[in-house]
Nanobody, 121 residues
Framework: VQVVESGGGWVQPGGSLRLSCAAS????????MGWYRQAPGKQRELVASITSFTGGGRTNYAESVKGRSTISVDNAKNTVYLQMSSLNTEDTAVYYCHAEVRVGPDRGDYWGQGTQVTVSS
C-alpha cells in the first residue's frame, strides 16, 4: 500500500489549508486513516483519524485542533483529506498520513513521506 500526501506549504497565521492523502489498494474503503504531525524536537502526534465505512466513519481529533479541523474521506478517489483553519504557529510541523490496513493481503501500517506545513507571518 502506497500512501502519498500533498497540499502542504506556507500559510499565514489565521489561514487555512487542506491536506490530501491518496492511498493505493482496492480495499481502501476498509482502511482506517489518520493524520499525524511532528514538529521539530517533538514526538509525532495524532491530529485526526477516521475509521473505515465498516467502522462507521467515526472521527477523532486532537484537542489542539478540535473545532477547527475536519477529516474526511472520498472512497471513490481513495483519498482522505484534512481541512484545517485558524492556523497558528504551533501547527507548524511535518504532517504524515497513516493507513491502518486490517483486511486483505496487505495488512499492516503504512505511512506517507510527509508534507511540510509552515505557519508564519
Amino acid at each position: 500500500v502506497q500512501v502519498v500526501e500533498s497540499g502542504g506549504g506556507w500559510v499565514q497565521p489565521g489561514g487555512s489549508l487542506r491536506l490530501s492523502c491518496a492511498a493505493s489498494g482496492v480495499l481502501f474503503r476498509y482502511y482506517n486513516m489518520g493524520w499525524y504531525r511532528q514538529a521539530p524536537g517533538k514526538q509525532r502526534e495524532l491530529v485526526a483519524s477516521i475509521t473505515s465505512f465498516t467502522g462507521g466513519g467515526r472521527t477523532n481529533y486532537a484537542e489542539s485542533v478540535k473545532g477547527r479541523s475536519t477529516i474526511s474521506v472520498d472512497n471513490a478517489k481513495n483519498t482522505v483529506y484534512l481541512q484545517m483553519s485558524s492556523l497558528n504557529t504551533e501547527d507548524t510541523a511535518v504532517y504524515y498520513c497513516h493507513a491502518e490496513v486490517r483486511v486483505g493481503p496487505d495488512r499492516g501500517d503504512y505511512w506517507g513521506q510527509g508534507t511540510q506545513v509552515t505557519v508564519s507571518s
